[in-house]
């Protein structure tokens, strides 16, 4: 690991935070810990059939309007 780091290089910190982690708790522990941050929104379940027969295509302008 580097002994000096660039704290204004975003990137440069996520692979040595990254790189840290995995070090520390080893590659899945790495992945549990970082899933604790991204839990995501909104009810899956629920949103998965309020359109399910949309095209790629309607997907697309959906995304795109939003």
Do not use: C, S, W
């Amino acid at each position: 690991m580097n002994a000096t780091i660039n704290v204004n290089n975003l990137m440069e910190i996520r692979k040595t935070g990254l790189q840290a982690l995995k070090e520390a708790l080893g590659p899945v522990g790495m992945v549990r810990f970082i899933q604790q941050y991204e839990n995501g929104y909104g009810d899956y379940t629920k949103e998965k059939y309020q359109h399910p027969d949309l095209t790629v295509e309607e997907i697309d302008t959906i995304l795109k309007n939003n």
